[in-house]
């Protein structure tokens, strides 16, 4: 069951209801994702990018990022977005942030929270290089 490996991994990269362990949370996140949960990639990308219980590698969290945006996961799309903003590519960006509402579910306010900061990226650094 994809659905219930994934929420082991999540209990145990939260701590909940067991101790934090990132380790055994990428071995079932990557379990979740092989049996076809996408909200695995979003949080192996995240367990990547940080470095928690794996080697940090900013390559391998963007492809599995870009392998759930691809997908329509919106998580991936916008961590793919905030991505693209740190290394420059703007456009990338922006087209990852339209999939992100093209597929949003109304009322997820984190995510939307999210797409706000990576739009404000945006326009923070367009308007510097505008001056």
Known sequence: DSYGTFMVGLHYYEGLGTRRNFKRA???FKRAQE?????????????CSRG???RQD????EEYWQRGAALNDVPCCVALAMHCVDGGELQRAEELLAQAREHMVEGDE???RQMEIV???MDTIRGESAN
């Open 52 to 54: 928690e219980g794996v």
């Open 110 to 112: 984190e995510l939307e």
């Open 58 to 61: 900013s390559a391998a969290a």
């Open 26 to 28: 990428v071995d079932y």
């Open 35 to 47: 049996m076809g949960d996408t909200r695995a990639l979003y949080h192996l990308g995240i367990c």
């Open 119 to 121: 739009q404000l990226c």
